[in-house]
């Protein structure tokens, strides 16, 4: 039972013994929300609301995207590590990276840990249940408005918590109480709600925060828009997961589904099409009403080293409140210590980079994709060409060969070497695929300083809001509506782009760009409908580098027909080669001497095939279990009634993995 309320309990303690010292708002609170955690005593005002929910924004040290127990908190560059969300799209068809979702045996079921994890929900559970009952016996001091909004915060940190759970567990507890002592209660809480319900609850949430939050707050707060943009983005990847899920154990009520197992669910009803389309509209109506509001960050068309480019400068300046597209913001400072390395690694391509099966993706400025007739592509003999008269969101986000590292605060300008560093193997110093990666690079050199990077994090903005629309109004209804076709081509002419999307659409040949998309396909079948690839193409090049793609994937079932794929880089062996002298390394008698692949594998640069002792060599592969990650197995033993036997617990495993610590999925 000790282990069950240390899991679903988890945080009670923090908030009755954390030593907290109140201060005045000042406007560095406002923007930089603190770690610490109010007591139920200090409960009585709007600002102690404030700093309590502070603490549920994230901590700036060691928050990740993957972590267990902070996850579900708001993203963010941090500190203690190379880390920002930008890393996310790593190991996709975007970036180079390898992850242990690709290799079958790499990824087995834990004993303890992993995302069943209830610490931050009891929190805010505990939170919400005592401020509305002061709220409603109006025992809370503080401006009316500012009560309201730090409540409605509150909501929107359970939503965005759940949220990650609902990503990476899919079925879960739907807990919103705080939870007696006792096992079977707590044995019960841990049954696990179909995930059609969690979301939901997610989306409820979300509702209620809407009628509480205001946009009137500084941009390193929640706000009004960002709940919208968050429950769009919810419904939208909910709505689509259970449609490309359709059929499988990954569905509620789908065949090997787990949660028919249990008596509990024994009267739950799923109607499909009925799920579906609630979720799709909810995603169009709440992308609506931002995207009519809230105007884009206008692009200027000037390489950023030459003139300012609010497009550009958006994404790697120290405060971005002042561009209309963002919704809100994470603010770092020296001046407080509170700082990050993202650019300190990016510098010479932080050992990642964008793959040549992205860099084939981006249109023409005339919108034809690069194998059209006519199209103008000038190849990618080098990194340079490939920007000519391309797509701006390739030609600003990816850093070419002579290009400036840093503009401001350097006595001499230093660029980036004609030969890129992709032999090298300090992370620091080299790129992985040719292909830099540029969003939220920052040309100030100071930020470049190990320790010192101030540039802010774009949270939300409202770009997202625009394609969410698009998306699900084509999902739902399969046509481009008057509102998608005015997001749509504003989307594309901010990009310096024909906004004529059927050009587009007219020259697509779906066997080509299968060849450098994974999102060409769905169910391990190459789409058809090259509409709905073109506006999965937009999202993927719109948010170049901000770490959506691997959710995307996940959500259209873009990853099933996976079987050996190889990532690629830059052309290292054609005219390029010239550029490099001795330096590149391959066929060596000892391997572990080679620091490129061979030319008899690809022209291409291939990160993954250097040597054979590399465990992805073989490609990239991938199993439908991977999709939802395992659920560790001490978690079963403590919900169990006697303890020791697991088919006792009411907690069931995700399809496809076992109940073994240490075994790979089945």
């Known amino acids: 039972m000790k282990n069950i309320k240390k899991q679903i309990l988890m945080g009670a303690m923090a908030l009755t013994t954390a030593a907290f010292s109140l201060t005045s708002c000042n406007d560095y609170l406002d923007q930089e929300p603190k770690s610490e955690v109010s007591p139920e005593r200090y409960l009585l005002t709007a600002a102690q609301l404030q700093s309590y929910v502070d603490a549920y924004y994230a901590n700036y040290d060691n928050w990740f995207s993957t972590s267990d127990d902070k996850g579900g908190m708001l993203p963010s560059h941090y500190g203690t590590q190379n880390g920002s969300p930008y890393y996310d799209d790593n190991a996709t068809d975007n970036q180079q990276g390898t992850n242990s979702r690709y290799i079958k045996d790499a990824w087995t079921v834990g004993q303890t840990g992993g995302k069943w994890n209830f610490s931050n929900i009891y929190a805010l559970n505990y939170y919400i249940n005592t401020v509305k009952q002061k709220y409603e016996a109006k025992t809370i001091g503080g401006a009316e408005a500012d009560i309201r909004h730090f409540i409605g915060e509150g909501y929107f940190l359970r939503a965005l918590e759940y949220y ?3 990503r990476t567990l899919g079925d879960f507890p739907i807990i919103t ?12 809480a841990s049954q696990r709600r179909p995930r059609n319900e969690v979301a939901r609850f997610i989306i409820n949430n979300l509702d209620t925060a809407i009628t509480y939050l205001s946009n009137n707050k500084a941009k390193t707060r929640i706000s009004k828009n960002a709940a919208l943009i968050l429950k769009s983005r919810v419904a939208l990847y909910e709505g689509t997961w259970e449609k490309y899920h359709a059929g499988t154990a990954l569905v509620p009520g789908g065949p090997g589904w787990p949660g028919a ?7 739950f009803s799923y109607n499909s099409q009925n799920e579906i389309s609630y979720f799709l509209k909810e995603a169009m109506d709440a992308a609506a009403q931002v995207a009519d509001a809230v105007e884009l960050t206008p692009n200027t068309k000037q390489i950023p080293t030459d003139k300012a480019n609010d497009y550009y400068d958006m994404f790697a300046s120290h405060d971005a409140k002042g561009y209309s597209e963002v919704v809100m913001q994470r603010l770092f400072s020296s001046a407080v210590g509170i700082t990050h390395h993202f650019n300190h690694y990016l510098y010479s391509g932080g050992n990642t980079g964008y793959t040549k099966q992205f860099e084939h993706t981006f249109l023409m400025e005339n919108g034809l994709p690069i194998y059209a007739e006519g199209s103008g592509y000038a190849g990618d003999d080098f990194i340079a060409d490939t920007k000519v008269n391309r797509d701006w969101r390739w030609r600003l986000f990816m850093k070419a060969p002579k290009e400036a590292k840093a503009t401001k605060n350097i006595s001499k300008v230093e660029y980036f070497p004609e030969a890129p560093d992709i032999y090298k193997s300090d992370s620091k110093i080299a790129t992985s695929t040719g292909y830099i990666q540029g969003k939220g690079y920052s040309l100030d050199y100071n930020d470049q300083i190990l320790g010192q990077d101030q540039t802010a994090f774009v949270v939300f903005r409202a770009g997202e809001a625009y394609l969410n629309y698009i998306e699900a109004s084509y999902e739902l209804n399969g046509t481009i509506d008057s509102k998608a076709d005015k997001y749509w081509k504003a989307i594309r002419t901010r990009a310096g782009i024909d906004p004529d999307y059927n050009k587009t659409i007219q020259a697509t040949d779906m066997s080509k760009e299968a060849e450098n998309d994974w999102a060409a396909y769905s169910h391990g079948k190459l789409l058809t409908d090259k509409t709905l690839y073109n506006i999965r193409r937009e999202r993927r090049c719109e948010f170049i580098g901000e770490g959506f793609r691997t959710n995307d994937l996940f959500r259209w079932r873009s990853l099933d027909q996976l079987n050996g794929f190889q990532l690629e880089g830059c052309k290292i062996f054609g005219p390029m080669q010239s550029l490099f002298g001795n330096n590149l390394k391959y066929d060596q008698a000892d391997q572990s001497k080679n ?9 291409y640069l291939r990160p993954n095939q250097k040597s054979t002792n590399n465990q992805y060599y073989n490609g990239f592969f991938f199993f439908e279990a991977h999709y939802l990650d395992p659920i560790a197995v001490q978690n079963f033993l403590n919900t169990s009634d006697d303890g020791k036997t697991i ?13 073994v610590a240490g075994s790979p999925c089945e």
Do not use: C, H, M
Not at 177 to 188: G, I
Not at 647 to 659: R, V
């Open 595 to 603: 620091n490129v692949s061979s030319p008899s594998l690809s022209v």
């Open 647 to 659: 088919a006792n617990s009411p907690i069931y495993q995700n399809p496809g993995w076992p109940t």
């Open 164 to 166: 990650f759970r609902l």
């Open 177 to 188: 109480e705080n939870l007696p002592d006792n096992q079977e209660v707590l044995a019960n």
């Open 261 to 267: 197992s249990k008596d509990y669910n024994a009267g």
